[in-house]
């Protein structure tokens, strides 16, 4: 018998891969505030392609199309400079919000976004079902909100796990 189909539960799954998009753009803050007010721009090319090539190396051998998988990470990039563009913005409006503490990029930030990418890939592992339906964009939507919520996001960073989405489900590229 074909089995009902689960919306709630796969809304569940992509949640899983929500709360690290969300989890992964609070982690801007930190990287916005090692950079801000140091010559080390926002964007770094260099880094992004050492991030874009080691994913899709693994994504192969976790059985993902590497592709789809550096079209996530692409994504993910995006949503992150986006967030700290808009951090800088916020600090040079209001320099009282302005970070007091300047966080070590490669010590101590860089090391966080690794372990959320390891993370990420297995997500991606165990929704691929869910991505791969038809309605995988409706459950994208609450999984976000859920998201969005749970980690009592702000415009800002709401903005940025908009940004973090059109990826994620099979059929939207
Ligand atoms: O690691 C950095 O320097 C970041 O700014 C983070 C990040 C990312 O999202 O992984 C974003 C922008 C940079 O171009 C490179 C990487």
């Given at each position: 018998?074909?089995?009902?189909?689960?919306?709630?539960?796969?809304?569940?799954?992509?949640?899983?891969?929500?709360?690290?998009?969300?989890?992964?753009?609070?982690?801007?803050?930190?990287?916005?505030?090692?950079?801000?007010?140091?010559?080390?721009?926002?964007?770094?090319?260099?880094?992004?392609?050492?991030?874009?090539?080691?994913?899709?190396?693994?994504?192969?051998?976790?059985?993902?199309?590497?592709?789809?998988?550096?079209?996530?990470?692409?994504?993910?990039?995006?949503?992150?400079?986006?967030?700290?563009r808009g951090l800088?913005?916020?600090?040079?409006?209001?320099?009282?919000?302005?970070?007091?503490?300047?966080?070590?990029?490669?010590?101590?930030?860089?090391?966080?976004?690794?372990?959320i990418t390891t993370?990420?890939?297995?997500?991606?592992?165990?929704?691929?079902?869910?991505?791969?339906?038809?309605?995988?964009?409706?459950?994208?939507?609450?999984?976000?909100?859920?998201?969005?919520?749970?980690?009592?996001?702000?415009?800002?960073?709401?903005?940025?796990?908009?940004?973090?989405?059109?990826?994620?489900?099979?059929?939207?590229?």
């Amino acid at each position: 018998a074909t089995p009902p189909p689960h919306t709630v539960a796969a809304a569940h799954s992509l949640t899983v891969l929500t709360d690290l998009f969300a989890e992964r753009l609070l982690v801007a803050d930190k990287v916005a505030a090692a950079k801000y007010g140091t010559d080390k721009p926002i964007d770094d090319p260099v880094r992004e392609k050492q991030i874009l090539d080691d994913v899709a190396a693994r994504a192969t051998g976790l059985g993902l199309d590497p592709d789809a998988v550096t079209a996530v990470f692409r994504d993910q990039i995006e949503a992150n400079k986006l967030v700290q563009r808009g951090l800088y913005a916020r600090w040079d409006a209001h320099p009282e919000e302005r970070p007091t503490e300047r966080p070590d990029l490669v010590k101590d930030v860089r090391p966080v976004l690794d372990r959320i990418t390891t993370q990420l890939l297995d997500a991606l592992v165990t929704t691929e079902a869910a991505r791969a339906g038809a309605s995988c964009e409706p459950r994208l939507r609450v999984a976000a909100v859920r998201s969005a919520y749970g980690h009592r996001l702000d415009g800002l960073h709401v903005e940025g796990l908009v940004r973090a989405l059109p990826s994620v489900c099979a059929t939207s590229s």
